[in-house]
T-cell receptor, first 114, second 113 residues
Framework: EPEVTQTPSHQVTQMGQEVILRCVPISNHLYFYWYRQILGQKVEFLVSFYNNEISEKSEIFDDQFSVERPDGSNFTLKIRSTKLEDSAMYFC????????????FGDGTRLSIL | AQSVTQLGSHVSVSEGALVLLRCNYSSSVPPYLFWYVQYPNQGLQLLLKYTSAATLVKGINGFEAEFKKSETSFHLTKPSAHMSDAAEYFCAVTSDSSYKLIFGSGTRLLVRP
């Protein structure tokens, strides 16, 4: 069964550095998402992406964050000038389309900011 | 605005006992509701979904959920718990007005031998 893959599984970065989290969505899916889960807290929506542009973003997704689909298969989340509070599990998801279609999640990248 | 409330951050049952995980939602538009399961060090796996067809929805691993509009609930049940069901379970809501999933805070299911 097709799946969403994320790399790396764990990323350790010094505060203030830039980090790029990578995702390969399911190949025939059209919508892509990033969520994050701070330890002990809810899974929170960050951004959705469709047709090479952001379709929706949350208040968390400020100028520090950006997303890109650099080629036909990858979907990336870039965090500039990381802060301690960016430490979290970041999940990528994809869906075929329509809000009643389920989103399929990757195993996540655990980001630790030192 | 939409929101999800999951009552009980931890639920403990004996193996073979009924599993009931509670989810209540708030939505000003017709909701689509999902249950996801997360095993340790893994991502979120879809258990089942409600998308305005049948109100009783069957999912994987013997789980089912019933959409009750009058109670704004979408509780998850399984008649007989298995040790392998131990995991964290998340209820989530979305709608035609937004594709983002709004998650509840999760319920950790513990299964005692």
């Amino acid at each position: 069964e097709p799946e969403v893959t994320q790399t790396p599984s764990h990323q350790v970065t010094q505060m203030g550095q830039e980090v790029i989290l990578r995702c390969v969505p399911i190949s025939n899916h059209l919508y892509f998402y990033w969520y994050r889960q701070i330890l002990g807290q809810k899974v929170e929506f960050l951004v959705s992406f469709y047709n090479n542009e952001i379709s929706e973003k949350s208040e968390i997704f400020d100028d520090q964050f950006s997303v890109e689909r650099p080629d036909g298969s990858n979907f990336t989340l870039k965090i500039r000038s990381t802060k301690l509070e960016d430490s979290a599990m970041y999940f990528c998801a994809s869906s075929y389309g329509y809000s009643n279609q389920p989103q399929h999640f990757g195993d996540g990248t655990r980001l630790s900011i030192l | 605005a939409q929101s999800v409330t999951q009552l009980g951050s931890h639920v403990s049952v004996s193996e073979g006992a009924l599993v009931l995980l509670r989810c209540n939602y708030s939505s000003s538009v017709p909701p689509y509701l999902f249950w996801y399961v997360q095993y340790p060090n893994q991502g979120l796996q879809l258990l089942l979904k409600y998308t305005s067809a049948a109100t009783l929805v069957k999912g994987i691993n013997g789980f089912e959920a019933e959409f009750k509009k009058s109670e704004t609930s979408f509780h998850l049940t399984k008649p007989s718990a298995h040790m392998s069901d131990a995991a964290e379970y998340f209820c989530a809501v979305t709608s035609d007005s937004s594709y983002k999933l709004i998650f509840g805070s999760g319920t950790r299911l513990l299964v005692r031998p």
